[in-house]
């Protein structure tokens, strides 16, 4: 999944918590068009929890996939 691994070099590049607010803006642009992804999306936008973070995108994975 591409917004993970931008998510994770954004971690290893500006740290977690710049990482996680700078990730919010892109979210709409990776996920556009996904039906019933508001959940998931209200999910990412509102956590500052990078391992929240990432349990999100394993059920965005499994709900798509």
Do not use: W
């Not at 740290?15 to 999306?41: T, V």
């Not at 936008?45 to 990432?54: A, D, K, L, M």
């Amino acid at each position: 999944m591409v917004c993970k691994e931008h998510f994770d070099g954004l971690i290893a590049l500006r740290g977690e918590k710049n990482a996680i607010f700078e990730m919010r803006k892109n979210y709409s642009g990776y996920f556009k068009g996904l039906r019933d992804f508001k959940p998931f999306r209200l999910q990412l936008v509102s956590t500052t929890n990078q391992t929240e973070i990432q349990d999100t995108f394993k059920k965005i994975i499994d709900f798509y996939c």
